[in-house]
């Protein structure tokens, strides 16, 4: 079955460099969410787009954004890195919910980003 | 807000042992919970989910039951592995979007 999948799998940067995520949700999923996860810690809600459009917001910094396109696949675009930006980022992505009411959010393997 | 607290790791077992994951949670309204696992290098993994009150979720031989007189969600498996090693995260589904809170997570190893 397909997956989320997320490229590049592994990215290093200098700081005050740019870095950009790509994103590709399951086929006929109408959700993307992205997540950072710093090491040793949980996943942080960032943002996420329904439909092509933002549709919530959590813990992105303001150098950070992101944008779901026509095909629905999304881009994570971080600019001005910072050492503190190092983490795995998660992209997953939902359908409405299933039968049962829960909304389940199936996950990529992460992009790791490491700024040096 | 919305928040899930989880034992803290590293829980460490021999083969064969008894596992509990303890997980409380505090929300409003009746969220929906979830336990993924996170396998070194790899991503999150839904294990398993509970909708509503005294619902039980199970996938390969875990276990958690949605209680909520004590607002818990603990993981439990009665004989572990040593491919059970992995980060474990308690979650909740929060909010009218759907995302995801979720606890600090619980690094399990089992030792053969």
């Known amino acids: 079955a397909a997956g989320v999948i997320q490229s590049p799998r592994h990215l290093i940067k200098e700081k005050r460099e740019t870095a950009t995520l790509k994103c590709y949700p399951i086929?006929?999923?109408?959700?993307v969410y992205w997540y950072q996860q710093g090491p040793g810690q949980d996943p942080q809600f960032l943002i996420s787009?329904?439909?092509?459009?933002?549709?919530d917001k959590g813990s992105i910094p303001d150098r950070f954004s992101a944008q779901q396109f026509s095909d629905y696949h999304s881009e994570l675009n971080m600019s001005s890195l910072e050492l503190g930006d190092s983490a795995l980022y998660f992209c997953?992505?939902?359908?409405?919910?299933?039968?049962?009411?829960?909304?389940?959010?199936?996950f990529g393997a992460g992009s790791r980003l490491t700024v040096l | 807000g919305d928040s899930v607290t989880q034992m803290e790791g590293p829980v460490t077992l021999s083969e064969e042992a008894f596992l509990t994951i303890n997980c409380t949670y505090t929300?409003?309204?009746?969220?929906?919970l979830f336990w993924y696992v996170q396998y070194p290098g790899e991503g999150l993994q839904l294990l398993l989910k509970?909708?509503?009150?005294?619902d039980k979720g199970s996938n390969k031989g875990f276990e958690a039951t949605y209680r909520k007189e004590t607002t818990s969600f603990h993981l439990e498996k009665g004989s572990v592995q040593v491919s059970d090693s992995a980060v474990y995260f308690c979650?909740?589904?929060?909010?009218?979007?759907?995302?995801?809170?979720f606890g600090a997570g619980t690094r399990l190893a089992v030792h053969p």
């Open positions: 086929p006929r999923h109408d959700t």
């Open positions: 979650a909740l589904h929060s909010g009218g979007y759907n995302k995801l809170i």
């Open positions: 509970a909708t509503k009150a005294d």
């Open positions: 997953a992505s939902s359908a409405d919910s299933t039968a049962d009411g829960a909304n389940v959010l199936t």
């Open positions: 929300a409003t309204g009746y969220p929906s």
């Open positions: 787009f329904y439909e092509k459009m933002q549709s």
